[in-house]
């Protein structure tokens, strides 16, 4: 198995590691062929499972192509993306240096700190609303990786996180079959149920169609 996705403050023994390798994770974001049971929002490559009190917002195009996924909270969010990698090396280390590099090249400094999900970094942003705190985390999955960034408390304390980390512990990717280049985004879609509903709801707007 080439991603255990252990936390950083885990110390097991061989054999501990062989009877979870076994048995699947016991925390995700999970491979679908791994993942457990639990009621879930099927976004295609992403389903969100359900905790109480967060708000899932999306932005999708008219075609009903997502193009940002957004957690809630209270006043913490986790922006989620999900990429394409390769089948033997995680690409989580080369995308946080990229991430720091851009971030510096804007003014902003940022520091790599480990946590739960191994080396975070942690920035801190000037916007027009003032000064906004980031942190990034990355898990590398078997040709897929799950970036998450936090904003609001959970930026700079972990554990202000709550139910955002749960979202991001039972998260699940569906990789697909196909092959893909690496880092591309990995296809995000509205359940049919809510696209065919805000297509009636724009046609309503709309108003009837001259002819």
Known sequence: M?????????TRDDAVLDVEEAAGPSRGPYDASEAPDAPRLDLGSLQIPAVPDVEVRVQADPQGVIQQVVLVHGQNALQLGVFAAP???????EVREEIRQSLFND????QEVEGEYGTELRARLRTPDGMTDLRFVGIDGPRWMVRGVFQGQAATDPAAAGPLAACLDGLVVDRGQEAKPVREPLPLRLPREVAEQQAAQEQAAAGPQEV
């Not at 089948?87 to 280390?93: E, F, K, L, T």
């Not at 003014?107 to 940022?110: L, N, Q, R, T, W």
């Open 87 to 93: 089948r033997s090396d995680g690409i989580w280390d």
């Open 107 to 110: 003014g902003a400094a940022a």
């Open 2 to 10: 080439i991603f255990s996705r252990k936390r950083a403050d885990e």
